[in-house]
């Protein structure tokens, strides 16, 4: 039977829930609102199999790739899906793969009161729904068992996670499937969906309206200044940047995340998963003579040999391919095998924010000053006025001359 005895040795991944044979664990939220199992003593048979199928207590096979990575820089050519991508696109492409070849997928999105969820999609006009960053943990709920009966069924199933929800599906199915196709996202940590849903709560009230749309990472000023966007029912709009809103700076300052990502034990280079991907910052570093237009791509590791074939059947898509891995985790992949350092305050923080109000807990734990109101506010009428582009033309005009010296 499993126990969490230390709260660092659970990423909530919902393995144990999903392979319990009689439905005696359910995911309850702690005081922080980040889910951990609860075993129903009075239904348990004492099988084991909770903590076989647990990825923490089992985590050194997760860490390791069927190949060496392969890196590629992947970019989706459709003006459209790049826009609303949050970096270069890569999941609507394989997506639609997959859906093509009448398979199913199963990505993180979001249910009708914004809670962050796993769903499923079986049609191309619904890949959207799953696509875009929530920093935010996402309730795996009964998708383990659902993509299970579909590869027992022989249908194509793709899968996208952080890398212990990967670990935790992999874990949970026990054998290889040879039409799982799998996709961890590298993170900086989790969020709990408590401080999602009370952030939600603040700008309904703020706003006077329910929430209609929600983005975390708009490309409102390009790629390299990415905010969190927000429309309301009635059409009102929210920009914010990192340094101003309360959800993203709490995340980056890692003052929020579950206990479990300030020690991960997943981060490495090489993962179990077919893909692992993330942003990337530095294309003209990594690709040389490659224009950074700030719309944005993706870095991709291949982990396997399926990968690999699967690369090669995607359409519509731009890669290229780089030798240097060790270049492109040190320009942009920190986090790939690096936790995010813990807040200080963060005990005190969710102690605070279950009783206080919560604008006031923000003000007092992540500072905002009116130079960071003011900043923010001219970047948006330098942006409108295109000023910022011409800005950074001549940032890189400087940088070219300097590194032709």
């Not at 709920?141 to 993509?147: E, L, P, Q, T």
């Not at 793709?158 to 935790?168: E, K, R, W």
């Not at 980056?252 to 479990?260: A, K, L, V, W």
Request: charged share 35%.
């Amino acid at each position: 039977m499993i126990k969490i005895t230390e709260k660092k040795r659970c990423c909530g991944c919902s393995a144990c829930k999903n392979a319990c044979p009689v439905d005696a664990i359910e995911m309850k939220a702690d005081e922080e609102g980040f889910l951990y199992p609860n075993v129903d003593t009075k239904k348990c048979i004492q099988c084991g199999l909770c903590e076989k199928v647990c990825p923490v207590l089992n985590n050194e096979k997760y860490k390791k790739s069927e190949i060496s990575p392969k890196a590629y820089i992947f970019r989706v050519n459709d003006k459209e899906t790049l826009r609303t991508s949050n970096s270069g696109g890569f999941f609507t492409p394989i997506s639609e793969y997959v859906l093509k070849n009448k398979g199913v997928v199963f990505g993180v999105g979001y249910d009708k009161d914004f809670k962050v969820i796993h769903k499923m999609v079986e049609e191309k006009s619904k890949i959207k729904e799953l696509t875009g960053s929530k920093y935010v943990q996402s309730d795996i709920g009964d998708k383990f068992k659902k993509a299970k009966e579909y590869l027992m069924e022989g249908k194509l199933v793709l899968f996208s996670g952080t890398p212990c929800q990967i670990a935790g599906l992999k874990s949970f199915l026990v054998k290889d499937y040879e039409n799982l196709i799998t996709v961890d996202v590298v993170c900086h940590g989790t969020p709990s969906p408590e401080l999602w849903k009370k952030y939600i709560e603040y700008q309904e009230k703020k706003y006077k309206s329910k929430l209609k749309e929600a983005r975390f990472r708009n490309k409102t000023y390009g790629y390299h200044s990415a905010t969190m966007k927000l429309v309301f029912e009635n059409n009102k709009e929210y920009y914010g940047s990192a340094r101003i809103d309360y959800m993203l700076k709490g995340f980056y300052e890692g003052i929020c995340s579950r206990p479990s990502c300030y020690d991960c034990a997943f981060k490495s280079r090489t993962h179990c998963s077919d893909f692992t991907i993330f942003d990337s910052w530095n294309i003209n570093k990594l690709v040389p003579n490659l224009k950074d237009d700030n719309k944005g791509y993706t870095n991709v590791f291949v982990n396997s040999k399926k990968g690999l074939e699967l690369m090669n059947e995607l359409k519509g898509v731009t890669k290229y391919e780089v030798d240097d891995i060790d270049k492109m985790i040190k320009l942009d992949g920190k986090m790939v095998e690096n936790c995010k350092i813990p807040n200080k305050n963060r005990k005190e923080f969710y102690r605070e924010l279950n009783g206080k109000n919560y604008e006031d807990v923000m003000k007092k734990f992540l500072k905002v000053t009116y130079k960071d109101y003011l900043l923010e506010k001219s970047k948006a009428i330098l942006y409108k006025l295109n000023i910022i582009g011409y800005v950074k033309k001549i940032k890189m005009c400087i940088k070219k001359e300097e590194n032709g010296k």
